[in-house]
Protein backbone atom coordinates (compact mmCIF):
# COMPACT_ATOMS: atom_id res chain seq x y z
CA UNK A 1 0.00 0.00 0.00
CA UNK A 2 1.49 3.01 -0.91
CA UNK A 3 1.84 6.26 1.89
CA UNK A 4 -1.13 8.20 0.36
CA UNK A 5 -3.64 5.16 0.37
CA UNK A 6 -2.70 4.31 4.04
CA UNK A 7 -3.53 8.53 4.43
CA UNK A 8 -6.71 7.95 2.38
CA UNK A 9 -7.67 4.96 4.69
CA UNK A 10 -7.43 6.71 8.24
CA UNK A 11 -10.00 8.29 10.30
CA UNK A 12 -10.44 11.60 10.29
CA UNK A 13 -8.87 11.69 13.94
CA UNK A 14 -6.04 9.99 13.29
CA UNK A 15 -5.49 12.07 10.12
CA UNK A 16 -5.66 15.42 11.95
CA UNK A 17 -3.09 13.87 14.92
CA UNK A 18 -0.67 12.66 11.76
CA UNK A 19 -1.18 16.28 10.13
CA UNK A 20 -0.46 17.82 13.14
CA UNK A 21 2.89 16.76 14.18
CA UNK A 22 4.25 16.56 10.82
CA UNK A 23 3.16 20.01 9.75
CA UNK A 24 2.33 22.17 13.05
CA UNK A 25 5.52 23.89 13.79
CA UNK A 26 4.43 24.24 17.82
CA UNK A 27 4.35 20.60 18.05
CA UNK A 28 7.62 20.53 17.12
CA UNK A 29 8.40 23.17 19.15
CA UNK A 30 6.65 21.64 21.88
CA UNK A 31 8.76 18.09 21.20
CA UNK A 32 11.71 19.99 21.19
CA UNK A 33 11.17 21.92 24.40
CA UNK A 34 10.67 18.07 26.14
CA UNK A 35 13.80 17.10 24.46
CA UNK A 36 16.05 20.39 26.01
CA UNK A 37 14.85 19.42 29.18
CA UNK A 38 14.93 15.90 29.05
CA UNK A 39 18.58 15.37 28.40
CA UNK A 40 21.95 17.25 30.49
CA UNK A 41 22.49 20.50 28.64
CA UNK A 42 26.05 22.05 29.87
CA UNK A 43 28.15 25.06 28.20
CA UNK A 44 31.80 25.08 27.95
CA UNK A 45 32.61 28.16 28.03
CA UNK A 46 30.58 30.85 30.19
CA UNK A 47 32.14 34.07 31.08
CA UNK A 48 29.79 34.94 34.13
CA UNK A 49 32.33 34.69 36.97
CA UNK A 50 33.41 38.23 36.20
CA UNK A 51 29.87 39.35 37.31
CA UNK A 52 30.00 37.81 40.47
CA UNK A 53 31.79 40.41 42.44
CA UNK A 54 29.59 43.39 40.46
CA UNK A 55 27.77 45.70 43.09
CA UNK A 56 24.33 44.70 44.02
CA UNK A 57 24.61 42.06 41.35
CA UNK A 58 23.14 38.65 42.22
CA UNK A 59 22.63 35.53 40.13
CA UNK A 60 19.48 34.47 41.40
CA UNK A 61 17.87 38.31 40.30
CA UNK A 62 16.57 38.09 36.95
CA UNK A 63 18.60 40.77 34.91
CA UNK A 64 18.87 41.55 30.94
CA UNK A 65 21.22 42.28 27.98
CA UNK A 66 19.65 45.66 27.84
CA UNK A 67 19.81 46.55 31.26
CA UNK A 68 23.22 45.40 32.39
CA UNK A 69 25.23 43.03 29.44
CA UNK A 70 25.08 40.21 31.12
CA UNK A 71 23.78 37.11 29.60
CA UNK A 72 23.27 34.45 32.51
CA UNK A 73 21.75 34.47 35.75
CA UNK A 74 19.43 31.65 37.36
CA UNK A 75 16.37 33.03 36.16
CA UNK A 76 17.78 32.70 32.88
CA UNK A 77 19.01 29.95 32.81
CA UNK A 78 16.15 27.80 33.85
CA UNK A 79 14.23 29.75 31.27
CA UNK A 80 16.62 28.44 28.89
CA UNK A 81 16.73 25.19 30.30
CA UNK A 82 20.30 25.06 30.87
CA UNK A 83 22.06 22.80 33.57
CA UNK A 84 25.51 24.14 34.12
CA UNK A 85 28.77 24.12 32.26
CA UNK A 86 31.80 25.48 32.44
CA UNK A 87 32.73 28.81 34.75
CA UNK A 88 35.57 30.97 33.33
CA UNK A 89 38.26 31.80 35.75
CA UNK A 90 39.61 34.14 32.88
CA UNK A 91 42.14 37.13 33.30
CA UNK A 92 43.14 39.00 30.32
CA UNK A 93 46.99 39.14 29.19
CA UNK A 94 49.23 41.95 31.18
CA UNK A 95 52.41 42.23 31.19
CA UNK A 96 54.99 39.62 31.24
CA UNK A 97 57.14 40.57 34.61
CA UNK A 98 57.11 39.39 37.70
CA UNK A 99 54.72 41.80 39.27
CA UNK A 100 52.05 41.28 35.98
CA UNK A 101 52.53 37.80 36.97
CA UNK A 102 51.78 37.90 40.72
CA UNK A 103 49.03 40.44 39.79
CA UNK A 104 47.23 37.98 37.51
CA UNK A 105 47.76 35.07 39.99
CA UNK A 106 45.92 37.15 42.53
CA UNK A 107 43.17 38.28 40.57
CA UNK A 108 42.84 34.60 39.40
CA UNK A 109 42.23 33.32 42.79
CA UNK A 110 40.53 35.94 43.37
CA UNK A 111 37.87 34.99 40.67
CA UNK A 112 38.24 31.27 41.63
CA UNK A 113 37.00 32.72 45.15
CA UNK A 114 34.11 34.49 43.81
CA UNK A 115 32.94 31.63 42.23
CA UNK A 116 33.05 29.25 45.34
CA UNK A 117 31.15 31.87 47.37
CA UNK A 118 28.17 32.57 44.71
CA UNK A 119 28.09 28.86 45.08
CA UNK A 120 28.01 28.71 48.81
CA UNK A 121 25.43 31.26 48.89
CA UNK A 122 23.16 29.84 46.82
CA UNK A 123 23.48 25.96 47.69
CA UNK A 124 20.71 25.24 47.59
CA UNK A 125 20.79 25.83 43.68
CA UNK A 126 24.37 25.55 42.51
CA UNK A 127 26.50 22.84 43.05
CA UNK A 128 30.39 22.77 42.07
CA UNK A 129 31.50 20.00 39.97
CA UNK A 130 34.75 18.38 40.61
CA UNK A 131 33.86 14.71 38.24
CA UNK A 132 32.24 14.31 34.86
CA UNK A 133 29.94 11.81 37.13
CA UNK A 134 29.07 14.75 39.43
CA UNK A 135 26.89 16.45 36.32
CA UNK A 136 24.39 14.20 36.38
CA UNK A 137 23.61 13.73 39.84
CA UNK A 138 23.99 17.49 40.79
CA UNK A 139 20.92 17.96 37.81
CA UNK A 140 18.93 14.56 39.32
CA UNK A 141 19.12 17.25 42.70
CA UNK A 142 17.41 19.78 41.00
CA UNK A 143 20.72 22.38 41.40
CA UNK A 144 22.54 23.44 38.41
CA UNK A 145 26.09 22.43 38.03
CA UNK A 146 29.36 24.51 38.28
CA UNK A 147 32.65 22.63 36.35
CA UNK A 148 35.40 25.73 36.56
CA UNK A 149 37.71 26.33 34.00
CA UNK A 150 40.68 28.65 33.20
CA UNK A 151 41.02 30.94 30.07
CA UNK A 152 44.46 31.93 29.94
CA UNK A 153 46.82 30.26 31.61
CA UNK A 154 49.39 33.31 32.35
CA UNK A 155 48.12 33.58 35.87
CA UNK A 156 50.46 30.71 36.45
CA UNK A 157 53.29 32.59 34.90
CA UNK A 158 55.99 30.46 35.40
CA UNK A 159 55.22 28.52 37.94
CA UNK A 160 53.45 25.63 37.51
CA UNK A 161 52.82 24.75 40.24
CA UNK A 162 50.14 26.69 40.37
CA UNK A 163 48.33 24.62 38.34
CA UNK A 164 47.85 22.01 40.91
CA UNK A 165 46.63 24.87 43.41
CA UNK A 166 43.55 25.84 40.91
CA UNK A 167 43.27 21.76 40.45
CA UNK A 168 42.77 21.32 43.86
CA UNK A 169 40.19 24.55 43.89
CA UNK A 170 38.38 22.63 41.67
CA UNK A 171 39.71 23.57 37.95
CA UNK A 172 38.86 20.61 35.25
CA UNK A 173 39.70 22.43 31.95
CA UNK A 174 42.21 25.15 31.17
CA UNK A 175 43.71 27.21 27.79
CA UNK A 176 47.47 28.29 28.07
CA UNK A 177 46.58 31.65 26.04
CA UNK A 178 44.39 34.47 25.22
CA UNK A 179 44.26 37.67 22.56
CA UNK A 180 47.81 38.06 22.43
CA UNK A 181 51.27 35.70 23.16
CA UNK A 182 52.29 34.40 26.70
CA UNK A 183 54.88 32.76 28.37
CA UNK A 184 53.07 29.01 27.61
CA UNK A 185 52.19 29.46 23.58
CA UNK A 186 51.25 31.47 21.19
CA UNK A 187 47.75 33.24 20.60
CA UNK A 188 45.73 32.85 17.18
CA UNK A 189 45.37 36.54 17.41
CA UNK A 190 48.62 38.52 18.27
CA UNK A 191 48.99 40.76 15.85
CA UNK A 192 52.83 40.56 16.07
CA UNK A 193 52.60 36.98 14.45
CA UNK A 194 54.18 33.54 16.14
CA UNK A 195 57.04 34.31 18.75
CA UNK A 196 57.17 30.00 19.83
CA UNK A 197 55.94 28.60 16.50
CA UNK A 198 53.14 26.78 18.58
CA UNK A 199 53.92 25.85 22.73
CA UNK A 200 57.06 27.16 24.27
CA UNK A 201 59.22 24.55 26.25
CA UNK A 202 57.12 25.61 29.33
CA UNK A 203 53.99 25.20 27.76
CA UNK A 204 55.27 21.70 26.82
CA UNK A 205 55.33 20.85 30.22
CA UNK A 206 51.89 22.98 31.52
CA UNK A 207 50.67 20.25 28.82
CA UNK A 208 52.16 17.07 30.57
CA UNK A 209 50.91 18.56 33.98
CA UNK A 210 47.60 19.03 32.92
CA UNK A 211 47.40 15.26 31.88
CA UNK A 212 48.73 14.23 34.89
CA UNK A 213 46.97 16.03 37.20
CA UNK A 214 43.54 15.63 35.09
CA UNK A 215 42.40 18.90 33.55
CA UNK A 216 41.10 18.93 29.83
CA UNK A 217 42.95 20.56 27.53
CA UNK A 218 41.30 23.65 26.01
CA UNK A 219 43.03 25.13 22.18
CA UNK A 220 40.67 27.69 21.94
CA UNK A 221 42.31 31.13 21.21
CA UNK A 222 46.03 29.12 20.62
CA UNK A 223 47.23 29.44 17.21
CA UNK A 224 46.91 26.58 14.65
CA UNK A 225 50.81 25.30 15.71
CA UNK A 226 49.91 25.45 19.24
CA UNK A 227 46.59 22.95 18.33
CA UNK A 228 49.00 20.32 16.56
CA UNK A 229 51.45 20.50 19.48
CA UNK A 230 48.69 19.91 22.04
CA UNK A 231 46.95 17.52 19.77
CA UNK A 232 50.12 15.65 19.37
CA UNK A 233 51.56 15.64 23.37
CA UNK A 234 48.82 15.90 24.99
CA UNK A 235 48.00 12.11 26.48
CA UNK A 236 43.91 12.39 26.22
CA UNK A 237 41.57 13.95 23.87
CA UNK A 238 41.86 17.80 23.66
CA UNK A 239 39.12 20.16 23.68
CA UNK A 240 38.03 23.60 21.41
CA UNK A 241 35.74 24.94 24.45
CA UNK A 242 34.38 27.78 22.40
CA UNK A 243 35.93 28.23 18.67
CA UNK A 244 33.82 27.95 14.88
CA UNK A 245 34.39 26.61 11.83
CA UNK A 246 36.94 28.35 8.89
CA UNK A 247 35.38 26.67 6.67
CA UNK A 248 32.13 28.80 7.09
CA UNK A 249 33.96 32.28 8.26
CA UNK A 250 37.29 32.76 8.04
CA UNK A 251 38.92 33.90 11.07
CA UNK A 252 42.01 32.80 12.99
CA UNK A 253 40.08 32.33 16.15
CA UNK A 254 37.95 29.48 14.08
CA UNK A 255 39.71 26.39 12.93
CA UNK A 256 40.14 24.72 9.71
CA UNK A 257 38.25 21.34 8.69
CA UNK A 258 41.55 19.24 8.66
CA UNK A 259 42.34 19.97 11.94
CA UNK A 260 38.43 19.10 12.87
CA UNK A 261 38.93 16.05 11.20
CA UNK A 262 42.12 15.27 13.33
CA UNK A 263 40.36 16.52 16.81
CA UNK A 264 37.96 14.04 16.28
CA UNK A 265 40.09 11.54 15.14
CA UNK A 266 41.91 11.66 18.36
CA UNK A 267 38.47 11.49 20.34
CA UNK A 268 37.99 15.77 21.09
CA UNK A 269 35.39 17.91 20.72
CA UNK A 270 34.88 21.32 19.17
CA UNK A 271 32.31 23.63 20.84
CA UNK A 272 30.59 26.13 18.95
CA UNK A 273 31.26 29.55 19.52
CA UNK A 274 28.18 32.24 19.42
CA UNK A 275 30.78 35.54 19.49
CA UNK A 276 29.88 37.53 16.48
CA UNK A 277 33.01 38.90 15.14
CA UNK A 278 34.05 35.34 14.42
CA UNK A 279 30.50 34.46 12.63
CA UNK A 280 30.28 37.42 10.28
CA UNK A 281 32.67 40.27 8.86
CA UNK A 282 32.80 43.08 11.57
CA UNK A 283 33.92 46.67 10.23
CA UNK A 284 36.12 48.26 12.49
CA UNK A 285 34.14 52.07 12.66
CA UNK A 286 36.82 54.11 14.46
CA UNK A 287 34.26 56.87 15.26
CA UNK A 288 32.45 54.20 17.16
CA UNK A 289 35.99 52.54 18.99
CA UNK A 290 36.32 56.69 19.81
CA UNK A 291 32.80 57.22 21.32
CA UNK A 292 33.03 53.40 22.95
CA UNK A 293 36.56 55.21 24.77
CA UNK A 294 35.13 58.12 25.50
CA UNK A 295 32.31 56.11 27.62
CA UNK A 296 34.81 54.14 29.37
CA UNK A 297 36.73 57.06 30.45
CA UNK A 298 33.60 58.62 31.55
CA UNK A 299 32.56 55.73 33.63
CA UNK A 300 35.54 53.51 34.26
CA UNK A 301 34.94 49.67 33.74
CA UNK A 302 31.15 48.98 33.62
CA UNK A 303 31.20 46.19 35.94
CA UNK A 304 31.68 48.85 38.90
CA UNK A 305 28.62 50.50 38.06
CA UNK A 306 25.14 49.75 39.87
CA UNK A 307 22.17 52.10 39.97
CA UNK A 308 21.55 55.53 38.18
CA UNK A 309 24.78 55.19 37.27
CA UNK A 310 25.04 51.92 35.48
CA UNK A 311 21.47 53.43 34.01
CA UNK A 312 22.88 56.67 32.62
CA UNK A 313 25.81 54.29 31.30
CA UNK A 314 23.74 52.03 29.26
CA UNK A 315 21.52 54.77 27.98
CA UNK A 316 24.54 56.14 26.41
CA UNK A 317 25.81 53.11 25.07
CA UNK A 318 22.60 52.41 23.46
CA UNK A 319 23.07 55.66 21.70
CA UNK A 320 26.76 54.97 20.55
CA UNK A 321 25.30 51.36 19.59
CA UNK A 322 22.43 53.10 17.50
CA UNK A 323 24.86 55.83 15.84
CA UNK A 324 27.30 53.37 14.24
CA UNK A 325 25.35 50.39 14.23
CA UNK A 326 27.84 47.25 13.67
CA UNK A 327 26.69 43.60 11.69
CA UNK A 328 25.19 41.50 13.92
CA UNK A 329 25.07 37.80 13.85
CA UNK A 330 22.24 36.03 13.77
CA UNK A 331 20.62 32.10 14.77
CA UNK A 332 21.25 31.15 10.89
CA UNK A 333 25.04 32.22 11.02
CA UNK A 334 25.61 30.48 14.69
CA UNK A 335 23.74 27.15 12.91
CA UNK A 336 25.81 26.96 9.80
CA UNK A 337 28.38 26.68 12.09
CA UNK A 338 27.33 23.93 14.25
CA UNK A 339 25.95 21.98 11.49
CA UNK A 340 29.54 22.19 9.33
CA UNK A 341 30.97 21.17 12.36
CA UNK A 342 28.48 18.12 12.83
CA UNK A 343 29.39 17.47 9.01
CA UNK A 344 32.70 17.63 9.30
CA UNK A 345 32.97 15.67 13.12
CA UNK A 346 30.26 13.83 13.55
CA UNK A 347 27.60 13.94 16.36
CA UNK A 348 30.34 12.58 19.10
CA UNK A 349 32.69 15.28 18.31
CA UNK A 350 30.75 18.96 18.60
CA UNK A 351 28.99 20.62 21.42
CA UNK A 352 27.97 24.08 22.91
CA UNK A 353 30.36 27.02 23.80
CA UNK A 354 28.60 30.08 23.86
CA UNK A 355 30.70 32.89 25.64
CA UNK A 356 27.98 34.11 27.57
CA UNK A 357 29.15 37.20 29.28
CA UNK A 358 32.28 37.17 27.33
CA UNK A 359 30.61 38.71 23.92
CA UNK A 360 28.78 35.49 22.59
CA UNK A 361 25.52 36.05 21.61
CA UNK A 362 23.59 36.53 18.06
CA UNK A 363 19.80 37.93 17.10
CA UNK A 364 17.52 35.81 17.84
CA UNK A 365 19.78 34.19 20.49
CA UNK A 366 20.60 37.47 23.13
CA UNK A 367 21.38 35.41 26.38
CA UNK A 368 20.83 31.69 27.74
CA UNK A 369 17.02 32.18 27.98
CA UNK A 370 17.36 31.38 23.88
CA UNK A 371 19.36 28.15 24.01
CA UNK A 372 16.28 25.70 23.39
CA UNK A 373 16.36 27.14 20.00
CA UNK A 374 19.60 25.63 19.19
CA UNK A 375 18.22 21.87 20.52
CA UNK A 376 15.01 22.69 17.76
CA UNK A 377 17.22 23.50 14.86
CA UNK A 378 19.44 20.45 15.23
CA UNK A 379 16.23 18.69 15.26
CA UNK A 380 14.74 20.14 12.43
CA UNK A 381 18.18 19.07 11.01
CA UNK A 382 17.12 15.33 11.61
CA UNK A 383 19.57 15.02 14.49
CA UNK A 384 18.10 12.50 16.89
CA UNK A 385 17.43 12.85 20.69
CA UNK A 386 20.80 10.89 21.41
CA UNK A 387 22.52 13.09 19.25
CA UNK A 388 21.60 16.52 20.72
CA UNK A 389 22.36 14.79 24.50
CA UNK A 390 25.72 13.99 22.93
CA UNK A 391 26.02 17.82 21.44
CA UNK A 392 24.43 19.33 24.74
CA UNK A 393 26.99 17.67 27.00
CA UNK A 394 27.47 14.00 26.64
CA UNK A 395 30.84 14.40 24.51
CA UNK A 396 32.41 17.12 26.66
CA UNK A 397 31.54 14.49 29.50
CA UNK A 398 32.94 11.85 27.63
CA UNK A 399 36.40 13.52 26.97
CA UNK A 400 36.48 14.12 30.73
CA UNK A 401 36.17 10.73 31.69
CA UNK A 402 39.40 10.07 29.65
CA UNK A 403 40.87 12.78 31.45
CA UNK A 404 39.90 11.30 34.66
CA UNK A 405 41.13 7.94 33.80
CA UNK A 406 44.74 8.89 32.53
CA UNK A 407 45.39 11.04 35.54
CA UNK A 408 44.39 7.99 37.84
CA UNK A 409 46.61 6.04 35.52
CA UNK A 410 49.65 8.45 36.81
CA UNK A 411 48.51 8.34 40.12
CA UNK A 412 49.16 4.86 40.04
CA UNK A 413 52.50 4.60 38.78
ZN1 LIG B 1 37.35 33.54 24.72
Do not use: C
Not at 114 to 134: C, N
Not at 161 to 188: C, I, Q, W
Not at 208 to 217: F, K, S, T, Y
Not at 400 to 412: F, S
Request: proline share 5%.
Amino acid sequence: MTFSRAILRMGNVALAALLAAVISPHALAADARAIHERILTLDTHMDTPMNFARPGWDIMDAHSVEGDLSQVDYPRMVKGGLDGGFFAIYTPQGPRTPEGFADARDAALKRAVEIREMVARHSDKFELAFRADDAARIAASGKRIVFQSIENSYPLGKDLTLLKTFYELGVRMAGPVHFTNNDLADSSTDPKGPEWHGLSPLGKEFVAEANRLGIILDASHASDDVFDQMLALSATPIILSHSGTRAVFNHPRNIDDARIARLAAAGGVIQINSYGDYLVETPSIPAREAAMRALGAKYGPFRALAGERLKAYMAERHAIETQYKLPTATMDDFMAQLLHALKVAGADHVGIGLDWDGGGGVTGMEDVAGIPEITRRLLAAGYSEADVAKIWGGNVLRVMRQVEAKAAEYRRH
